[in-house]
T-cell receptor, first 112, second 119 residues
Protein backbone atom coordinates (compact mmCIF):
# COMPACT_ATOMS: atom_id res chain seq x y z
CA UNK A 1 0.00 0.00 0.00
CA UNK A 2 0.89 3.67 -0.07
CA UNK A 3 2.95 5.38 2.59
CA UNK A 4 3.65 9.04 3.31
CA UNK A 5 6.58 10.38 5.31
CA UNK A 6 6.74 13.99 6.36
CA UNK A 7 9.29 15.80 8.45
CA UNK A 8 8.70 15.58 12.14
CA UNK A 9 8.08 18.69 14.07
CA UNK A 10 7.55 20.75 15.85
CA UNK A 11 8.74 23.55 13.60
CA UNK A 12 9.06 26.99 15.16
CA UNK A 13 9.64 30.06 13.00
CA UNK A 14 9.56 33.79 13.34
CA UNK A 15 7.02 35.79 11.38
CA UNK A 16 8.08 36.44 7.75
CA UNK A 17 10.48 33.48 7.73
CA UNK A 18 10.57 30.97 4.87
CA UNK A 19 8.81 27.66 5.45
CA UNK A 20 9.56 24.24 4.03
CA UNK A 21 7.89 21.07 5.25
CA UNK A 22 9.21 17.98 3.50
CA UNK A 23 6.95 15.19 2.31
CA UNK A 24 7.84 12.02 0.41
CA UNK A 25 5.61 9.18 -0.65
CA UNK A 26 5.69 5.63 -1.90
CA UNK A 27 2.82 4.47 -4.06
CA UNK A 28 1.86 2.19 -6.88
CA UNK A 29 0.56 4.05 -9.86
CA UNK A 30 0.14 7.81 -9.90
CA UNK A 31 -1.54 9.13 -6.77
CA UNK A 32 -2.96 12.58 -6.27
CA UNK A 33 -1.08 14.46 -3.55
CA UNK A 34 -2.54 16.76 -0.92
CA UNK A 35 -1.65 19.12 1.87
CA UNK A 36 -4.23 19.56 4.59
CA UNK A 37 -4.10 22.07 7.46
CA UNK A 38 -5.62 21.64 10.91
CA UNK A 39 -6.08 24.72 13.09
CA UNK A 40 -6.46 24.20 16.86
CA UNK A 41 -9.76 22.56 17.77
CA UNK A 42 -10.86 22.14 14.17
CA UNK A 43 -11.04 19.47 11.51
CA UNK A 44 -8.68 19.14 8.56
CA UNK A 45 -9.07 21.58 5.69
CA UNK A 46 -7.73 21.04 2.20
CA UNK A 47 -4.89 23.50 1.61
CA UNK A 48 -3.79 22.43 -1.87
CA UNK A 49 -3.52 19.44 -4.15
CA UNK A 50 -1.79 18.24 -7.30
CA UNK A 51 -2.96 15.39 -9.49
CA UNK A 52 -0.03 14.65 -11.81
CA UNK A 53 3.71 15.00 -12.15
CA UNK A 54 5.06 18.57 -12.32
CA UNK A 55 1.72 20.04 -11.25
CA UNK A 56 2.00 22.84 -8.73
CA UNK A 57 -0.73 23.29 -6.15
CA UNK A 58 -1.04 26.68 -4.52
CA UNK A 59 -3.30 28.44 -2.04
CA UNK A 60 -2.98 31.24 0.52
CA UNK A 61 0.69 31.76 -0.38
CA UNK A 62 1.55 28.09 0.08
CA UNK A 63 2.91 26.03 -2.80
CA UNK A 64 3.89 22.42 -3.45
CA UNK A 65 5.10 20.76 -6.64
CA UNK A 66 4.47 17.11 -7.52
CA UNK A 67 7.94 15.67 -8.17
CA UNK A 68 7.64 12.17 -9.57
CA UNK A 69 11.40 11.66 -9.95
CA UNK A 70 12.01 12.27 -6.24
CA UNK A 71 8.53 11.10 -5.09
CA UNK A 72 8.15 14.33 -3.14
CA UNK A 73 5.58 17.04 -2.51
CA UNK A 74 7.27 19.56 -0.25
CA UNK A 75 5.20 22.43 1.15
CA UNK A 76 6.68 25.94 0.95
CA UNK A 77 5.70 29.46 1.86
CA UNK A 78 7.86 32.49 1.38
CA UNK A 79 6.76 34.51 4.40
CA UNK A 80 4.81 32.88 7.21
CA UNK A 81 2.39 34.68 9.50
CA UNK A 82 1.31 33.99 13.07
CA UNK A 83 -2.05 32.87 11.67
CA UNK A 84 -0.29 30.01 9.82
CA UNK A 85 0.35 28.25 13.13
CA UNK A 86 -1.32 24.86 12.73
CA UNK A 87 -0.68 21.19 12.06
CA UNK A 88 0.05 20.34 8.42
CA UNK A 89 -0.64 16.90 6.93
CA UNK A 90 0.65 15.52 3.66
CA UNK A 91 -1.51 12.84 2.02
CA UNK A 92 -1.57 10.62 -1.05
CA UNK A 93 -4.61 9.10 -2.73
CA UNK A 94 -4.92 5.39 -3.27
CA UNK A 95 -6.07 5.64 -6.85
CA UNK A 96 -9.32 3.88 -7.57
CA UNK A 97 -10.12 3.07 -3.95
CA UNK A 98 -10.63 6.73 -2.92
CA UNK A 99 -8.70 6.26 0.33
CA UNK A 100 -6.07 8.73 1.47
CA UNK A 101 -2.86 7.82 3.26
CA UNK A 102 -1.73 10.56 5.65
CA UNK A 103 1.62 11.49 7.08
CA UNK A 104 1.79 11.93 10.84
CA UNK A 105 1.50 15.70 10.69
CA UNK A 106 3.90 18.57 11.38
CA UNK A 107 3.13 21.17 14.02
CA UNK A 108 4.11 24.67 12.92
CA UNK A 109 4.32 27.51 15.39
CA UNK A 110 4.99 31.02 14.12
CA UNK A 111 6.08 33.60 16.66
CA UNK A 112 5.58 37.35 16.19
CA UNK B 1 -23.43 25.69 1.37
CA UNK B 2 -22.69 21.99 1.56
CA UNK B 3 -21.10 20.84 4.77
CA UNK B 4 -20.24 17.89 6.95
CA UNK B 5 -21.26 17.93 10.61
CA UNK B 6 -20.51 15.72 13.58
CA UNK B 7 -22.30 15.30 16.88
CA UNK B 8 -21.74 15.45 19.70
CA UNK B 9 -18.60 17.60 19.65
CA UNK B 10 -17.58 16.32 23.07
CA UNK B 11 -18.57 13.12 24.84
CA UNK B 12 -17.59 11.54 28.13
CA UNK B 13 -18.63 7.96 28.74
CA UNK B 14 -17.76 5.00 30.91
CA UNK B 15 -15.97 1.80 30.04
CA UNK B 16 -18.33 -0.83 28.67
CA UNK B 17 -21.04 1.53 27.44
CA UNK B 18 -22.20 1.63 23.83
CA UNK B 19 -21.56 4.98 22.16
CA UNK B 20 -22.67 6.26 18.77
CA UNK B 21 -21.06 9.22 17.04
CA UNK B 22 -23.05 10.88 14.28
CA UNK B 23 -21.78 12.13 10.93
CA UNK B 24 -23.98 13.94 8.42
CA UNK B 25 -22.95 15.39 5.06
CA UNK B 26 -24.90 17.51 2.60
CA UNK B 27 -22.34 17.23 -0.24
CA UNK B 28 -24.27 14.28 -1.65
CA UNK B 29 -20.98 12.37 -1.68
CA UNK B 30 -20.85 8.63 -2.25
CA UNK B 31 -17.78 8.00 -0.07
CA UNK B 32 -17.59 8.48 3.69
CA UNK B 33 -14.77 7.76 6.13
CA UNK B 34 -14.13 7.62 9.86
CA UNK B 35 -10.70 8.36 11.34
CA UNK B 36 -9.26 8.65 14.79
CA UNK B 37 -6.48 11.07 15.62
CA UNK B 38 -4.01 10.34 18.37
CA UNK B 39 -0.75 12.01 19.28
CA UNK B 40 2.12 10.25 17.57
CA UNK B 41 -0.12 8.29 15.22
CA UNK B 42 -1.59 10.95 12.99
CA UNK B 43 -4.88 9.93 11.38
CA UNK B 44 -5.87 6.28 11.26
CA UNK B 45 -8.73 4.93 9.19
CA UNK B 46 -11.42 3.07 11.16
CA UNK B 47 -14.18 2.29 8.62
CA UNK B 48 -15.31 3.59 5.27
CA UNK B 49 -18.24 3.33 2.89
CA UNK B 50 -18.56 3.78 -0.86
CA UNK B 51 -22.33 4.01 -0.89
CA UNK B 52 -25.60 2.94 0.71
CA UNK B 53 -25.39 -0.53 2.28
CA UNK B 54 -21.62 -0.65 1.67
CA UNK B 55 -19.17 -0.69 4.60
CA UNK B 56 -15.49 -1.66 4.82
CA UNK B 57 -12.94 -2.09 7.59
CA UNK B 58 -9.98 0.22 7.89
CA UNK B 59 -6.70 -0.34 9.68
CA UNK B 60 -8.07 0.05 13.24
CA UNK B 61 -11.61 -1.32 13.04
CA UNK B 62 -11.67 -3.60 16.09
CA UNK B 63 -14.33 -2.48 18.57
CA UNK B 64 -16.07 -0.20 16.06
CA UNK B 65 -18.93 -0.64 13.59
CA UNK B 66 -20.72 1.50 11.01
CA UNK B 67 -23.87 1.26 8.92
CA UNK B 68 -24.89 3.21 5.84
CA UNK B 69 -28.66 3.34 5.36
CA UNK B 70 -28.71 6.58 3.32
CA UNK B 71 -26.28 8.80 1.44
CA UNK B 72 -26.02 11.53 4.07
CA UNK B 73 -25.18 9.63 7.26
CA UNK B 74 -22.49 7.25 8.51
CA UNK B 75 -22.82 6.76 12.28
CA UNK B 76 -19.88 5.19 14.12
CA UNK B 77 -20.70 2.86 17.01
CA UNK B 78 -18.37 1.76 19.76
CA UNK B 79 -19.94 -1.50 20.89
CA UNK B 80 -18.34 -1.53 24.35
CA UNK B 81 -16.21 1.53 24.97
CA UNK B 82 -12.66 1.04 26.23
CA UNK B 83 -10.17 3.56 27.60
CA UNK B 84 -7.97 2.89 24.56
CA UNK B 85 -10.73 4.43 22.44
CA UNK B 86 -10.30 7.83 24.05
CA UNK B 87 -9.44 9.95 21.03
CA UNK B 88 -10.60 12.62 18.62
CA UNK B 89 -12.77 11.19 15.85
CA UNK B 90 -13.13 12.74 12.42
CA UNK B 91 -15.62 11.98 9.70
CA UNK B 92 -14.86 12.80 6.06
CA UNK B 93 -16.59 12.47 2.71
CA UNK B 94 -15.55 12.50 -0.91
CA UNK B 95 -16.61 11.43 -4.33
CA UNK B 96 -19.08 12.16 -7.09
CA UNK B 97 -22.59 13.00 -6.00
CA UNK B 98 -25.37 10.50 -6.38
CA UNK B 99 -27.15 13.04 -8.57
CA UNK B 100 -24.49 12.43 -11.22
CA UNK B 101 -22.70 15.78 -11.16
CA UNK B 102 -18.95 15.63 -11.58
CA UNK B 103 -16.79 16.38 -8.56
CA UNK B 104 -13.26 15.60 -7.47
CA UNK B 105 -13.51 12.00 -6.35
CA UNK B 106 -10.45 11.75 -4.14
CA UNK B 107 -10.46 15.05 -2.22
CA UNK B 108 -11.86 14.41 1.25
CA UNK B 109 -13.78 17.03 3.22
CA UNK B 110 -13.65 16.75 6.98
CA UNK B 111 -16.07 17.40 9.81
CA UNK B 112 -15.08 19.37 12.93
CA UNK B 113 -14.41 16.28 15.03
CA UNK B 114 -15.76 14.64 18.18
CA UNK B 115 -13.58 14.45 21.28
CA UNK B 116 -14.44 11.21 23.09
CA UNK B 117 -13.24 10.43 26.59
CA UNK B 118 -13.77 6.94 28.01
CA UNK B 119 -13.37 6.77 31.79
Amino acid sequence: GNSVTQMEGPVTLSEEAFLTINCTYTATGYPSLFWYVQYPGEGLQLLLKATKADDKGSNKGFEATYRKETTSFHLEKGSVQVSDSAVYFCAASGGSNYKLTFGKGTLLTVNP
Amino acid sequence: DAEITQSPRHKITETGRQVTLACHQTWNHNNMFWYRQDLGHGLRLIHYSYGVQDTNKGEVSDGYSVSRSNTEDLPLTLESAASSQTSVYFCASSGGSTSGSIASTDTQYFGPGTRLTVL
